[in-house]
């Protein structure tokens, strides 16, 4: 099984964490399914960017990002290469490491 290694964030998850996956998962639900409460503003459905991760290792073995998810992601706070919505990121058979940005767009705090 695939495992998920997510890197601290100072909220939602301040040790890190080490999740097991399964192949078919969203990044979002086996994260959410682990009490790490990433927002998720829609409900899932790809119309809204507070489920932005960054993707540090394991980018290329999860589906491939559609057009409606790129165009989501252009409006996400710390846009990167490897940035996806974990609702639309499908895991496969890798292990990925994952980093939750510091910041959604419905919680911008400038003063941190
Ligand atoms: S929860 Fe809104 S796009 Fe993922």
């Known amino acids: 099984m695939p495992q998920i290694i997510v890197l601290p964030h100072p909220e939602l998850c301040p040790d890190g964490a080490v999740l097991e996956a399964k192949k078919g ?18 409900e899932k459905v790809c119309a809204c960017t507070t489920c932005h991760i960054i993707v540090r290792e394991g980018f290329d073995s999860l589906s491939e990002s559609d057009e ?3 165009d989501m992601l252009d409006k996400a706070w710390g ?10 990121a499908i895991i496969q058979d890798e292990d990925l490491v994952v980093e939750i940005p510091k910041y959604s767009l419905n919680h911008a705090k400038e003063n941190n």
């Open 25 to 42: 998962q969203s990044v979002l639900d086996v994260a959410l399914a682990n009490d790490i409460d990433v927002e998720h503003a829609c």
């Open 68 to 70: 409606l998810e790129d």
């Open 79 to 88: 846009l990167e290469m490897e940035s996806r919505l974990g609702c639309q």
